[in-house]
């Protein structure tokens, strides 16, 4: 592509498909996870006695990132039928003509 990411969805949304830069959701990352805030403050599930691992871990996911640096999103609704596949097909289609490097 001749454009960058951001700026193939900002011309997707111009043909009237939503569409979203990232949905990045990868929950070792959440504060959550990263600051073990769960279920009040009994720690658990890492303090729980059955639990064998380290409770200070930290689960990078390189290859999670790199799929959400990369892609971007088409939220999708459970209404949408056969119209609106194609639509959204024909969208994709025309902003990908428009910006493929030559």
């Keep these: 592509m001749s454009v960058d990411k951001a700026q193939f969805c900002t011309a997707l949304s111009a043909e009237g498909v939503p569409c979203g830069v990232s949905y990045r959701h990868i929950p070792s990352e959440a504060p959550w996870f990263r600051e073990r805030r769960t279920y009040g403050k009994s720690g658990y599930p890492w303090t729980s006695p059955e639990y064998k691992g380290n409770p200070h871990w930290e689960f990078p ?3 999670a990132v790199a799929a959400t640096d990369a892609c971007f999103i088409i939220p999708v609704h459970e209404n949408y039928g056969a ?4 639509d959204i097909a024909t969208a994709l289609r025309k902003v990908a003509i428009a910006y ?3």
């Design 100 to 102: 493929v490097k030559p």
């Design 61 to 63: 996911c390189p290859n």
């Design 83 to 86: 119209e609106e596949a194609v």
